[in-house]
């Protein structure tokens, strides 16, 4: 089993930035896919980003592309997602995810989220 905790989010104004982390602990998720997603309030559970085992292919969301982030530290089996230039539709709570099956789109282990709000 893996178990995925989530911390770094808070309040911040727009065009703030945050750094969020992800620690995987129970199994090493160095081979695994790992994901980002988000909730906003009222809507469904969105895609923000995706990391390979290797790190060397990052995948994002067309909407997040080029203020987002998504990064690993495989030594310290811990998933990072770095946000930029914060607006307020990007208030929602943040989840990150593990695929260790590596398809890209199934998630087998969830973390219990981390609320991001961003004010005007």
């Known amino acids: 089993q893996v178990q995925l905790v989530e911390s770094g989010g808070g309040l911040v104004q727009a065009g703030g930035s945050l750094r969020l982390s992800c620690a995987a602990s129970?199994?090493?998720?160095?081979?695994?896919?790992m994901g980002w997603f988000r909730q906003a309030p009222g809507k469904e559970r969105e895609f923000v980003a995706r990391?390979?085992?290797?790190?060397?292919?990052?995948y994002y969301s067309d909407s997040l592309k080029g203020r987002f982030t998504i990064s690993r530290d495989n030594a310290k089996n811990t998933l990072y997602l770095q946000m930029n230039r914060l607006k307020p539709e990007d208030t929602a709570v943040y989840y990150c995810?593990?695929?260790?099956?590596?398809?890209?789109?199934?998630?087998?282990?969830w973390g219990q989220g981390t609320q991001v709000t961003v004010s005007s």
């Open positions: 995810a593990a695929d260790p099956r590596n398809t890209g789109s199934q998630y087998d282990y």
């Open positions: 129970g199994r090493t998720v160095s081979f695994y896919t």
């Open positions: 990391i390979s085992w290797g790190g060397r292919t990052p």
